[in-house]
């Protein structure tokens, strides 16, 4: 989320990048990938969860967000996609690693923009209701998962 939990303690775990990406046999076909403009026409996978206003602005563009084309809330099911050609997936780098280590996702390009992720507007959080860190068992996963993530 984007941190901002009032009626909840929380605690950032960690934050991520976002970088567009495709299969290889789209950034083949589709390609080549040097200039934002050339994914102008093409489909862009969208998703509530990492909207490409975020991409879009890092970049000095003022694209509105894409309305047509596939939408997921499963970031999961959105690489998937991707992965099977369906189009451009937004994805912070952390949730597509298992993606881009099987090479069934890669970058558009190797120039920038396709080649620098731009921060997430989301990082990864912890939330408790006030008073749960009481509980000696909350608090040691706390420790355990914050651990974990570094």
């Known amino acids: 989320g984007t941190g901002r939990y009032a009626d909840l303690e929380h605690l950032c775990l960690f934050k991520d990048e976002v970088l567009p990406l495709a299969s290889p046999a789209f950034v083949r076909e589709q390609g080549p990938f040097e200039e934002c ?19 879009f602005a890092a970049h000095a563009l003022d694209w509105p967000e894409p ?14 996609a991707a ?6 997936a937004l994805v912070r780098l952390r949730l597509a690693a298992p993606w881009l280590d ?3 996702l890669a ?10 992720a731009i921060p997430s507007p989301h990082a990864h959080y912890l ?3 006030t008073g ?3 509980r000696w068992e909350v608090a040691a996963f706390t420790d355990w998962l914050r651990q974990a993530c570094t």
């Open 37 to 55: 403009t050339d994914m102008a026409s093409l489909p862009l996978l969208r998703s509530p969860l990492e909207p490409w206003r975020t991409w």
């Open 67 to 80: 309305t047509d084309g596939s939408q997921f809330n499963d970031v999961g099911l959105m690489c998937d």
């Open 83 to 88: 992965a099977a050609g369906m189009g451009i």
């Open 102 to 104: 099987h090479g069934t």
């Open 107 to 116: 970058r558009l390009g190797t120039s920038a923009p396709f080649s620098q």
């Open 127 to 129: 939330c408790w209701r």
């Open 132 to 134: 749960a860190m009481d």
